[in-house]
């Protein structure tokens, strides 16, 4: 009934030490069984005490000191028997044993997702309490999940995603080993991903051949281009990559820029047709 952990080879240290006769212990029982019902068994270390066969507390001799374990003073305080008072009296040196703290843990509302699959056939994509996601493949990751949360995308295999999203990636995890059609996972086009993102009046499409790369365009003349290489994410005016090329840490930056480089390409065409 005690929360309480003790090293028996530490209590074994307590046998070195001489006790005055009677010893401490031997008082301390003494004292508890002029009590109705009570029982005391203890050794040279460690007493017990029962009372109508219930365990109620325990103390152990280190020596110089003694532990009392709470539960113990608080039983024999219902039987007006203070035993603090009474081990000061005595000369008997203690200290009260601090219970274990105890971490129970909460009930968080993110734990309680719901999942929902499209329609597919092999449905690689859905929505977790509302927020899309998809199970997608590539040779550098291998398997994993892209989640959007509040307008912001986070990748599974990311070290710095929210420790609130853990939950999320964890159920969808779940649900695909859990369920009995195999969802295959696929690479979404950078294309497809960034035509999700770009306001009205802005374009992506798919450049032939490279499923990481795409053109962002609003008219004929105003585009540039968006590439992803590992983590990083490049943006030119042109296909040419080895000029004029900005770096962004994630697709959200790298979308600002390339719409801020648009932008300033139109700017450009205004003054330049206003010097004509």
């Known amino acids: ?21 009677p010893s401490w212990l031997e008082c301390i029982k003494t004292e508890i069984e002029k009590l109705e019902g009570f029982k005391v068994d203890h050794n040279d270390i460690i007493l017990k005490v029962w009372h109508w066969g219930t365990k109620v507390g325990v103390a152990y001799h280190h020596g110089s000191y003694i532990d009392i374990t709470p539960t113990l003073i608080n039983e024999l305080a219902k039987y007006d028997l203070n035993l603090e008072a009474f081990m000061v009296k005595n000369d008997i040196n203690y200290e009260v044993i601090k219970s274990k703290h105890i971490l129970h843990p909460k009930i968080r509302p993110d734990l309680h997702l719901s999942i929902q699959w499209s329609k597919d056939l092999h449905p690689n994509d859905g929505y ?12 550098y990751h291998g398997d994993y999940i892209e989640l959007v949360y509040r307008n912001q995308i986070y990748h599974s295999y990311w070290g710095h995603s929210p420790d609130y999203l853990k939950p999320y990636f964890d159920a969808i995890w779940k649900e695909i080993q859990s369920k009995e059609i195999f969802r295959h996972p696929k690479e979404v086009r950078l294309g497809s991903k960034v035509a999700n993102y770009l306001p009205d009046g802005f374009k992506a499409y798919r450049v032939v051949g490279d499923r990481f790369q795409c053109k962002i365009q609003r008219t004929v003349t105003k585009y540039c281009y968006l590439k992803k290489h590992e983590d990083q994410y490049y943006i030119s005016p042109t296909e040419d990559w080895q000029s004029q090329t900005q770096v962004a840490p994630d697709l959200f930056q790298a979308l600002k820029i390339a719409l801020q480089l648009i932008d300033s390409s139109s700017e450009w065409d205004k003054t330049h047709k206003h010097n004509k």
């Open 1 to 21: 009934m005690d929360d309480f952990i003790y090293n028996p080879e530490y209590l074994e240290y307590a046998s070195l030490y001489d006790y005055d006769e």
């Open 128 to 139: 977790i309490n509302g927020h899309y996601f998809g199970y997608h493949r590539n040779d």
